[in-house]
């Protein structure tokens, strides 16, 4: 945990301004909407000024969340009071936006990534925090405390309301893969029985996020698993995507997103690999289950990661990768 | 709701009793298995004797869990006290040891299903509950308030131990599809909560139930994908199995489950219907995702169910079948 300040001092520092603009980073998740739109929503509750800058289109898969405060006017607040990012801590994951960001008189910072030193002048960075949406969670109940000291006419407990309760239920949701992630704690389900008390309809979230799968991902997936492989005794599994086959799905390369995952959760796999032709070259992606360190083994190709979760690109055709991928896999064991 | 009596009522009755003889329905389930083994566990910490009584192996799938008090011996307790029916109000769903449940002094029944008048001499059935784990969970704090009373050595919050919360979660788990099904309460995710803090291994339950799935049952699933149709504009998918495809992907036809979902899941889709040839017949499994009702198409053929979730038998060859269930489901629309 890295902070220089804590959420109730980081409350009060929002409570006292006015014009709040809130970053996150590209390519946002269902964590750095839903706590941006939470976020950005209390803070017009308080009669704040307050937009969510972002520099490209919401992905399709999570538009059907909270995205009317979001914007891509630079110019929506000038000479504002307070620049906050949430679900991100470096400059690096938004460079389109961080002079904008700069120009806030003050910086604020609440995330749950395990990144450097600190980001902004006032920062929360939790990274034992499933989603950053449970940090907005806790802000929100300090915000609510403050506003409750405040004024006779806002009680406790009015800053949440159901498109609140949804954008961070949805957020948690997406970031513990449906409460399955070894990052779930009690504390997550706690939030997530409180948000549900708003009348959070989850059925509707949950076949949104989980049952409205591309007939051509289908598709290609099972054009996937079909040439799949599995090696060393069913520990390690192998596929792969080539242009080809997306033609003849009719589905294009994002279609294969989530492929990783299936070959990982075979029964007795240890080690999935998954290998994108992307022009000339072949993008590998690779999991480990339980023991394994798949980092090592994309450090030979020059590529990097986690110990579970890394990959590498290699500069060659596609049935040639597969061969130096399995013979790396196999060198690991 | 039907009940005759409180789970206090019932708490006070096992309190004291000695022999508990513990049931639950074929083909049992997490919830089934996950509810009977916690009783039965929290009974013998209370100086009980007492078993689970099946008639069959555990399930593969959920063998990983508490099976230790799971018994076939219908010896096993002669004369006994009580039988406790869980997850299962009703004869036909555990006809084989129909008679030894009889043969109890007193007969209790907790479950969730929404089945006929009532079962036993004292029952608490509760539909609104999405898993009957949430309601032993609640038995047995019933049960320990009542020790509580009445003795100075065990003070309330013994009973659950990490063994009975990793059954009761993997119970409410299953039952509630990771927590996606619309019978999900905040009271669920309280109880789970609750349970997270006797340590559950949730990474561990979760790979388990989700990411050891069979090669065969992704390879079969993906040829049954493969030859999956979208109809009416994309609002319907069908898809079919053969024993010809099952034996080109070395897989049996319990490997196809799960694939009804699939094919509900895709986007637009409304209606889904999978079959399944089985002998000189097809079995036909349907899907509705919100407005439709599939027990009606299913009664064309005679057939039956619930309004999103029916199925029918059509005594003849596929392809014949294939067309009469979309002639069908196009006149439903």
């Known amino acids: 945990m890295k902070n220089n300040a804590s959420l109730k001092e980081i409350a009060g520092i929002l409570k006292t301004a006015q014009t709040i603009l809130i970053f996150t980073h590209t390519n946002p998740d269902g964590d750095a909407l ?30 059907f969340m909270d995205t009317e405060l979001v914007t ?36 604020l910072c609440v995330d749950h990534h395990a990144t450097g030193d600190g980001f902004g002048d006032h920062y929360y960075i939790d990274p034992s925090e499933a989603a950053t949406c449970q940090l907005i969670y806790k802000l929100i109940k300090e915000l609510e405390a403050e506003v409750a000291e405040s004024s006779e006419d806002v009680c406790e407990g009015t800053l949440i309301d159901l498109t609140v309760a949804e954008s961070l239920y949805t957020g948690i949701n997406t970031d513990t893969g449906s409460f399955q992630y070894s990052n779930t704690t009690a504390d997550t389900h706690a939030i997530a029985a409180d948000l549900m008390n708003y009348g959070v309809d989850h059925t509707a979230i949950n076949v949104k996020l989980y049952q409205t799968i591309p007939m051509t991902k289908l598709k290609i997936q099972a054009a996937i ?15 792969y995507v080539t242009g080809q086959m997306l033609e003849e799905a009719g589905a294009v390369l994002d279609d294969a997103e989530g492929t990783i995952d299936m070959l ?16 000339e070259a072949v993008k590998v992606s690779m999991r480990a289950k339980s023991f394994a360190n798949v980092a090592e083994i994309a450090s030979v190709f020059g590529g990097g990661g986690h110990v579970k979760a890394a990959g590498c690109t290699l500069e060659m055709g596609m049935d040639e990768a597969l061969d130096a991928i399995k013979k790396a896999i196999g060198e690991h064991f």
Chains 1, 2 share one sequence.
């Open 72 to 107: 891509r006017d630079k110019d929506c607040l000038k000479e504002h009071d307070i620049s906050i990012c949430v679900d991100c801590g470096e400059y690096s994951r938004f460079p389109a936006l961080a002079d904008k960001f700069d120009e806030g008189k003050l910086h």
């Open 34 to 63: 839903g706590s941006a739109a939470a976020l950005c929503r209390v803070l017009r509750k308080m009669g704040k000024t307050s937009w969510i800058l972002m520099d490209e289109e919401v992905p399709e898969y999570i538009s």
């Open 225 to 239: 698993l079909q040439r799949a492989e599995l090696l060393f005794g069913g520990k390690v599994a192998v596929g």
């Open 264 to 279: 990982r959760n075979i029964e007795g796999v240890e080690i999935a690999a998954f290998l994108k032709e992307k022009g």
